[in-house]
């Protein structure tokens, strides 16, 4: 048996399409200025955790996102924050290292369906 032979199209508004090629590899990083990225004291003994849960899983879900070590990660999350034009600051390799082993980093995958598997209307 042979295999089918796949439709071709033929692109006739090269403008648009040309736009959603380039839309494909745009990339939207937020960073909410009322987040509070340093942690609030726990009224426990010792020295107090500097960053807040969510400034960890911040530049750990970069580091996954992105396939970096974190020293990288480090220096990626700084020049984000820079060119947005907050001044916090930003974990050291060292505390991110540490915290990711309390840390679960989910990033929800969705991954493409096979045409033979798509439910038709």
Do not use: H
């Given at each position: 048996?042979?295999?089918?032979?796949?439709?071709?199209?033929?692109?006739?508004?090269?403008p648009?399409y040309?736009?959603?090629l380039?839309?494909r590899g745009?990339l939207t990083?937020?960073?909410?200025?009322?987040m509070?990225?340093?942690?609030?004291?726990?009224?426990?003994?010792?020295?107090?955790?500097?960053?807040?849960?969510a400034a960890?899983?911040?530049c750990?879900?970069?580091k996954?996102?992105f396939?970096?070590a974190?020293?990288?990660?480090?220096?990626?999350?700084?020049?984000?924050l820079?060119l947005v034009?907050?001044n916090?600051?930003?974990?050291?390799?060292?505390?991110l290292?540490?915290?990711?082993k309390?840390?679960?980093?989910?990033?929800?995958?969705?991954?493409?369906?096979?045409?033979?598997?798509?439910?038709t209307?």
């Amino acid at each position: 048996m042979s295999r089918p032979i796949p439709p071709t199209y033929k692109t006739r508004n090269w403008p648009a399409y040309n736009e959603a090629l380039k839309r494909r590899g745009s990339l939207t990083i937020w960073f909410d200025p009322e987040m509070s990225w340093d942690a609030a004291p726990t009224g426990r003994r010792g020295r107090q955790q500097t960053y807040r849960d969510a400034a960890i899983q911040t530049c750990l879900s970069m580091k996954v996102l992105f396939g970096m070590a974190l020293r990288q990660t480090t220096g990626v999350v700084e020049s984000l924050l820079r060119l947005v034009g907050l001044n916090w600051t930003v974990p050291d390799f060292s505390t991110l290292s540490r915290r990711q082993k309390t840390l679960a980093v989910n990033i929800p995958y969705r991954g493409s369906v096979p045409a033979e598997c798509r439910m038709t209307p």
